[in-house]
């Protein structure tokens, strides 16, 4: 079965690029425009894992994040990976501290992506009980 990954950016045309390359990569994908449309739409899709952008209008990626990670079951955490145009080692720190499991900057290779997502679909797969 194909693994769903939550596309979040609020650039139309960055989740459109994204989630083309990611359905050439055999995965399905679902798009939000914002944090809070991500927020509810990972509780309805169950993606299995997340691609966010950082900064947002309504909800920024990290507040979004930490609300994801808040409402996963103890023993499930699903992959969120936080791609931004902003790269700096604050912004890193700071991701990871909302609970971010990578930080990719902008812009990113179709080759750049593959990697990241199968790496952290692949850690998951081995974090599950």
Known sequence: MKKKILVVDDDASIRE??????????????????????????????????????????????TACQKIRSGEKKGSRVPILFLTARGSRQDQLTSALSGGDDFISKPISLQELREHVEKALERSKNRQP
Not at 20 to 27: S, V
Not at 31 to 38: F, I, L, P, S, V
Not at 44 to 61: A, E, F, R, S
């Open 17 to 62: 690029i994204l989630a083309t390359q990611l359905g050439r990569l055999n995965y399905d994908t679902v798009t939000a425009a914002d944090g809070k449309e991500a927020v509810a739409m990972f509780k309805t899709d169950k993606p299995d894992l997340v691609l966010m952008d950082v900064m947002m209008p309504q909800m920024d990626g990290l």
